[in-house]
């Protein structure tokens, strides 16, 4: 223990010798700063994600699924916003990992750490659905980005790129009338013929201005020209905020959009 | 020095950032202490514990703006020496020569406290058996055993240190608890076997 009298005066002299100064108190405070700034971010980032999965589900073509899909749980399986969740389920993460980096976060249960994060991400995400930032971010960003990165970021639009079985979905290149010019999402152009009731024309006609995204039930018209294509229904890509637009939807598409899809069912079978 | 000795740590943190001079008096606060910490918890020998010792308290040096004042100065201390060993445990272990744990009376009478009596009577019995079964326990397990009944810390202290909720904390212990009876349990069977082996022989 002798040895250890004297340890105190070799570390003062330590300190002196190779003029070790503490570190800055800012240093310390933009660190922990950091931490909670880059937990506070990723709780947007997620709770966006959550919006946008909220905004996905809730205005999903459960409508149509049967003829999307066939069947409602391969609907489901097919159009879960795989992406969204995923980055949701990593952003929960992040936002763990750094607030398990600031000063008192250890005191926390790590169940109460993940479930706090979850349910903020959950109420901020409802919160920017219902001011409509999910629709929103989906058309600045989203639909911004080249087509072949839609699909990978909305599930849904899979089903919607089936000419053949009379699903379509592209961009107005230009609209007139009853016909418009549509690019899809692999490049090709196609004439598109509406077969929409006035009603429905009326309804749908603010929605077709160039460069909308929107998609398409009907059928393919080879006997008018190959890429020609008759449509029964027009929904723009994504129906804006919340379930009002859907319920307008089924008040202008009415029963009757079933006997249609039977009818056009029964023509492509014919066809077939 | 008397007024120096009343002062409390965080005083004394406070003063140390005005005048590194004051450092030496938290230094000679807890040189004993954290020496004794380092030792149980690597078994390493005299020289390195001191080696690693003047790396702890230069590291708590240039932290010392970082010294959170919610915290005990000894809780932030203990967490900065934990960090350091336990980082760098692997290295001390190939280092260790002399296996020689400082298991005073304390120890025991802690942690028969929390036995039952006939354990606690079989664990007076073995006291030297308890720096064996310490050293064959899981780190994990080591380092809050060390902490209860050594360091005689609290569960909110040895929380802070470890940075581990309570509840963990006394998870940790009552598991460490079972996992060191078990061990010396094991470790008196034994001792028993060759008890007897060598009776039969002679």
Known sequence: ?272 | MQDINEKTDEELVALTLKNQDYFLYLVRRYERKLFRYISRISNLNQDDVEDVLQDIFVKIYKNLNGFDTDLKFSSWAYRITHNEVISNYRKYKNKIDVISFDTDGNFIKNISDELDIEKAFKLVELKKEVDQVLDKIDIKYKEVLILRFLEEKSYREISDILRKPEGTIATLINRAKKEFLKILEREQNYMKRAYNSIVRVI
């Open chain 1, 1 to 272: 223990m002798e040895k250890i009298n004297k340890l105190a005066e070799k570390i003062i002299s330590r300190i002196k010798t190779e003029e070790i100064k503490p570190t800055s108190r800012w240093r310390f405070v933009v660190k922990d700063s950091f931490f909670w700034l880059a937990f506070i971010l990723s709780v947007v980032i997620g709770a966006m994600a959550v919006s946008v999965i909220l905004n996905t589900l809730l205005n999903n073509d459960w409508d149509l699924s049967l003829q999307l899909s066939g069947s409602l749980f391969q609907f489901v399986v097919i159009t879960l916003p795989y992406f969204w969740l995923i980055l949701l389920g990593g952003f929960i993460i992040i936002a763990y990992l750094n607030i398990k980096h600031t000063k008192k976060a250890y005191r926390c249960d790590l169940k109460i750490i993940v479930g706090g994060v979850i349910l903020i991400s959950f109420l901020l995400g409802l919160t920017f659905y219902n001011l409509g930032l999910a629709s929103s971010l989906d058309k600045k960003f989203i639909q911004k980005l080249p087509p072949r990165f839609h699909q990978m970021i909305d599930s849904r639009l899979e089903v919607w790129q089936e000419p053949q079985r009379g699903f379509l979905i592209g961009e107005i290149q230009n609209f007139s009338g009853n016909s418009l010019e549509l690019r899809d999402f692999k490049g090709r152009f196609w004439q598109i013929a509406l077969e929409l009731e006035a009603e429905e024309l009326n309804f749908i006609e603010p929605l077709l201005r160039t460069n909308e995204k929107i998609r398409l039930m009907g059928s393919p018209n080879p006997e008018k020209c190959e890429q020609c294509f008759s449509a029964i229904m027009v929904r723009p890509l994504n129906l804006p905020k919340g379930d009002m637009i859907h319920e307008q939807f089924r008040e202008v598409f009415p029963q009757d959009l079933q006997g249609k899809i039977i009818k056009r069912e029964s023509i492509i079978k014919i066809q077939e």
